[in-house]
């Protein structure tokens, strides 16, 4: 193993490349074909200074270093200005390797400090110091095995996580008068290019992704968006850029930038996190820990300051301590986790810890609550450079079930939170808020969270929902059959009993009367549960054995998917389409069907229906409501003593299932209508 410290001191006599005279050049740094290192880019300059070092770890010195000079172009592809070869096994023989890709021009130099040191058994530096004139030429790939130290230990000091949301008025490029817009990102190397839009002037991507930052300082992210053009050279619709200097850290932005040199706007959030970790000690000196702190937070929270800054419900402080037996990501039979916390469209993430199933990230991170109903969403992930991160394991904590101050270990989950995954993490958190405010925010519409997965079609998903809608109209039905029960005289001292409740309740009805029904139930639940009876228990258990079941479902479609065919998994989610399909038709059916009550689709129908609207309006305009509904309610509580063999039915459903649907109509009422004559 080898350490190879380079100092890029600068180039000399380069090529020109922009239409002024000059080039704005930055170097890459390649082994193997793969990137080690990028320079900064020196603006309008021939003669650049760059003084840069890096630090890289080798373990075969047969491999070239190839070294790569391009010209920045902001939004459009950088100039190739040319490239050399640095053959680390001749570093003392100096020597100037040339290749025929440009053999009649001269490109310039580069100035290069190289030194290479052993890194086991003898520490004798051999350090050779290389002043060198290469000129560039072609392009040429090796391959190489990068040792793992290297592509794990990176040089970046903070993560830039950004979330392209939409677009606002774009420039129409199109024939048609609109555009198919996407969106290019450009942060130094780093590059993210979004999906399409097709046919639209105000585009919604809903896109996330990070880069990493390199600079303690910040830089900058270029922004470009295009017309997608097929057969053809994609338009330029505009460009623009952040600063992220300008952005404090540790906070999530929402941007909206105007396009230069075109129209519209793009709306984005922007988080910058470091990637250090915080030692105990820092964790023990935050804000809701200093006791003089504390105390102004929770004076700017008081009752006294309810209608102060009424978006400012409140703050919470989540603490991400450690993290115990996480599934193993890699094939070392390790993972490399890093963890976001996520409340709402604010986002904040760790840095990794590298080769551990049991990571100590003791981060400190703080958000401003906005509602106090939002869920507080923590997710582990490995970290994989070369694709997009491997998931861990979840958890969502609703902030009002949150007991501040107290460390507690939670168990991961899974993406859907429908069962248990491997390991367990470690917070504190403590909520501090206005009850005043919070209850203000609940009666204004909640805040969208832009990024969200998209839906996918599952039989699992389709079967659980459907089991709840199911379980919603059972005790609908439930109901409906106890009233009824009411009325057979099935158990003659309950039919008398709401006999009589219903007679005084009618008679003596007033308006203030249906709030304080609706009390009832809610006063009655609060005594069960202050007694011990808490019947929200039953439902808990209930929808927890629905979702367990599911997920034993889906796990056994995972290990039987390789043997099931097509048509077996047709028939899988045959049952449960046809009851969703049975229930859709219901639904549907009779909402056409009074639709074709007042279209005249049937005029017999829809005269009876006038005749019997005529009826109830007299009815309605002569005698009081009360006397109506006393004289429906004595009706149905005798109709059995009057006749018990009568069979108990509805008017008005009788009335529709008449009427024929939208179906029906095509299939057997066509020719009758005037327009199918």
């Known amino acids: 193993m080898y350490q190879l410290d380079i100092t890029l001191k600068r180039g000399h006599g380069l090529a020109i490349r922009d239409r002024g005279g000059t080039s704005d050049p930055y170097v890459k740094f390649k082994i193997a074909g793969k990137e080690v290192f990028r320079s900064k880019t020196i603006h309008k300059n021939l003669n650049p200074v760059w003084d840069e070092k890096v630090t890289l770890l080798v373990d075969n010195l047969r491999e070239p270093l190839y070294v790569k000079v391009f010209d920045y172009d902001f939004g459009l592809q950088d100039d190739f200005m040319g490239s050399a070869y640095l053959y680390l096994e001749s570093l003392e023989h100096q020597s100037i390797n040339k290749y025929p890709h440009y053999p009649d021009q001269d490109l310039g130099s580069l100035e290069l400090a190289v030194t290479l040191s052993p890194k086991e058994g003898d520490f004798r530096e051999a350090t050779m110091l290389l002043r060198r004139s290469c000129k560039r030429s072609s392009k040429q790939h090796q391959s190489m095995r990068l040792s793992d130290v290297h592509r794990k230990s990176q040089l970046w000091r903070g993560i830039v996580s950004i979330s392209l949301i939409e677009g606002h008025d774009m420039q129409p490029m199109d024939s048609n008068g609109f555009s198919d817009p996407y969106v290019k990102f450009r942060m ?17 991507w809903r896109e996330q992704f990070d880069f990493h930052l390199y600079d303690e300082q910040g830089g900058f992210i270029d922004i470009t968006v295009w017309d997608k ?69 929770t004076q700017r929270y008081s009752l006294l300051k309810s209608f102060h800054n009424i978006k400012d419900v409140g703050v919470v402080q989540v603490k991400v301590i450690r993290a115990e037996g996480l599934m193993a990501a890699d094939v070392t039979g390790k993972s490399d986790p890093f963890c976001v916390v996520e409340l709402s469209n604010d986002r904040l993430q760790t840095h990794t810890v590298y080769k551990n199933l049991n990571p100590e990230w003791n981060k400190v ?62 917070l504190e958190i403590d909520v501090i808020y206005n009850a005043v405010k919070a209850g203000l925010r609940t009666l204004v519409p909640i805040e969208q969270k832009y990024i969200e997965e998209e839906p996918r079609v599952s039989k699992q998903l389709l079967l659980q929902n459907f089991n709840r809608v199911r379980r919603c109209i059972l005790f609908l039905i439930n109901i409906g059959c106890y009233v009824n029960s009411c009325f057979e005289w099935e158990s ?14 009618v008679w003596n009805f007033e308006l203030y009367m249906v709030p304080l ?15 011990g009876k808490d019947t929200r228990q039953g439902d808990v258990v209930t929808v927890e054995d629905l979702l367990e079941d599911e997920d034993e479902d889906f796990d056994k479609d995972d290990k039987d998917s390789e043997r099931k065919g097509f048509m077996n998994k047709l028939y899988a989610i045959q049952d449960v389409c046809i009851s969703v399909q049975t229930a859709l038709d219901e ?35 002569f005698i009081p409501l009360r006397y109506l509904v006393l004289a429906w309610g004595v009706n149905k509580f005798t109709k059995k003593l009057r006749n018990p063999y009568t069979i108990d039915n509805n008017e008005l459903l009788d009335f529709l299932s008449r009427m024929p649907s939208d179906v029906q109509v095509v299939a057997q009422f066509y020719e009758l209508l005037p327009w199918g004559l």
């Not at 029904?517 to 007694?531: F, G, T, V």
């Open 492 to 505: 003659p001292q309950r039919s008398i009993c709401a006999f009589v409740f219903f007679v005084l309740v």
């Open 365 to 426: 991170f703080t958000f401003n609550v906005k509602d106090i109903h939002s869920v507080l969403e923590v997710t582990v992930y490995d970290e994989d450079r070369d694709r997009s991160a491997d998931f861990l394991g979840k958890v969502a904590i609703p902030l009002l079930a949150i007991h501040s101050g107290e460390r507690k270990a939670y168990v991961l989950k899974s993406k859907e939170l429908t069962g248990p995954t491997k390991g367990v993490i470690f």
């Open 517 to 531: 029904a609706l009390l009832l139930p809610m006063a009655w639940n609060y005594i069960l549960i202050a007694s």
């Open 188 to 204: 130094g190397h780093q590059k993210y290019k979004s999906k399409t839009i097709a046919k639209t002037l105000n585009p919604q």
């Open 229 to 297: 053009d097929a057969g053809k050279k994609d338009d330029f619709m505009g460009r623009c850029q952040i600063d992220l200097s300008q952005l404090p850290k540790e906070q999530t932005h929402r941007l909206d930038l105007p396009l230069d040199e075109g129209e519209g706007s793009l709306v984005l959030l922007v988080t910058l996190t470091a990637s250090a970790a915080v030692s105990i000690a820092d964790l023990s000196v935050n804000m809701l820990d200093d006791p003089h702190e504390r105390h102004e937070i």
């Open 587 to 621: 639904v549907a059916s009779y909402a056409e069907r009074i639709k074709n009550t007042f279209n005249w689709t049937v005029p017999f129908l829809s005269c009876l229906a006038i005749v019997a609207l005529c009826v109830a309006t007299v009815i309605i305009y």
